[in-house]
């Protein structure tokens, strides 16, 4: 049986994320990458996970690799296609649900877009993903990102907001399957916490976290090598 990577985006940006990241290196499986941008008709993340599964090949198995978003969506679709999910790699994403204040930010994100255009939502948003040096030394790369993703779907944002909002919780999930998950996350992560992350993987010794130094949000553009590295070693 064939393997295949899926390569799953995250909020406030489409499958353009990887085309910055992929052709950096020389990858042992084919890559698939997957825009659910624009989607409005998913209600849940396992909506998404259904979706996206019904339009990748058949008999074949599947490296996930998510990056925020993108990781709720593999814990999605490993929990519901576990015998077609050969590993899981969560790029700066989490298992756990929202807690209630994660809940009114979503619905303080949702409130603003309806009020104001995507680019003025990703004029603030975009810096905070990135660790404070690297923003400050990389202007001219934010600003493109910013410039790329103004026309991303508000409504898409919109429903990806209100599915991260009503996600279940996949910690139980995480305890029990056999699926092997490496988590990459950054040191400088202002919205994801190390450890909490250590304390959810304790005693599972079938999972793997990595962490990297001076990273925020955004591994694949702050430390490319490093994170290719880790997912290497790790398949």
């Known amino acids: 049986m064939p393997t295949k990577f899926v390569f799953l ?6 499958q353009r994320v990887w085309s910055d990241f992929l052709p950096l290196f020389s990858w042992p499986f084919e890559c698939i990458v997957v825009d659910y941008s624009t989607w409005t008709d998913c209600l849940d993340i396992k909506d998404y996970a259904i979706k996206i599964m019904s339009d990748l090949p058949e008999n ?3 490296i996930l690799v998510g990056h925020s978003m993108g ?24 298992p756990w649900a929202d807690t209630e204040e994660k809940k009114l930010g979503r619905e303080r994100t949702i409130e603003f ?14 810096p905070n993903l990135f660790a404070p040096k690297f923003a400050a030394t990389h202007a001219e790369l934010l600003s493109n990102l910013i410039a790329r993703y103004q026309n991303l779907s508000k ?22 399957t056999k699926i092997p998950f490496l988590f990459i996350q950054g040191s400088e992560d202002t919205l994801i916490s190390t450890d909490l992350i250590k304390e959810v993987l304790q005693d599972k010794a079938q999972h793997k976290l990595v962490i990297l130094q001076d990273v925020g949000h955004q591994g694949q553009y702050e430390a490319p090598s490093a994170c290719f590295e ?3 070693a790790f398949i």
């Open 71 to 94: 990781g709720y969506v593999a814990l999605a679709m490993a929990e519901q296609f576990s015998s077609q999910i050969h590993h899981v790699v969560m790029l700066h994403s989490n």
């Open 60 to 62: 074949t198995k599947f």
């Open 155 to 176: 409504d898409g944002l919109i429903a990806s907001s209100i599915a991260m909002k009503n996600r279940p919780d996949y910690q139980l999930f995480l305890a029990k």
């Open 9 to 14: 985006h995250g909020f406030g940006e489409d």
């Open 113 to 126: 877009l309806k009020k104001y255009s995507v680019k003025d939502f990703l004029g603030p948003f975009v």
């Open 230 to 232: 880790a997912i290497n």
